[in-house]
């Protein structure tokens, strides 16, 4: 054990804000107490009907009976690259119409899963050329 002494660090209070910003989001009051619960495994009974719970309520949401409506847990780019590797098989085309980041950020996925993507180059930012598109 150190003979220095453990740092002393005081606890933090931010004060509550309205955010209306892409995040951070404030946080119900309810969901902050969850998520001071004890933690679960993945294998933990109790995780694995929660998890069931969750997905009758996704199915519900989407409005589908598929049995492999699931949460990902990670970003948009994260359920986008799942989305996209569950989707198509390698060598084959792909139509991905780009107007910003995310369409180039599909592109290289799409490319990372072995499909040839079919670029619809649109204005950064504008709508999607619908003819544009369509030829594709």
């Known amino acids: ?11 933090l209070n931010p004060p509550r804000r309205v955010l209306l910003g892409p995040g ?5 009051d309810r969901v902050l107490r969850v998520m001071s619960a004890p933690l679960l495994g993945h294998l933990d009974p109790m995780f694995v009907k929660t998890m069931d719970e969750v997905q009758v309520m996704l199915r519900y949401v989407f409005e589908t009976n598929n049995r492999l409506t699931m949460p990902i847990s990670g970003t948009g780019s994260a359920g986008m690259e799942a989305a996209m590797v569950n989707m198509v098989e390698p060598g084959e ?21 072995g499909a040839i993507p079919v670029r619809v180059e649109c204005e ?13």
């Open 124 to 136: 950064w930012g504008g709508p999607v050329d619908l003819d544009k598109a369509r030829n594709a």
């Open 24 to 28: 951070p989001s404030p946080v119900d």
């Open 1 to 11: 054990m150190s003979s220095v002494d453990a740092p002393v660090i005081a606890p």
């Open 93 to 113: 085309e792909i139509v991905i119409c780009i107007n910003g980041y995310f369409g180039e950020r599909m592109s290289e996925m799409a490319s990372r899963a």
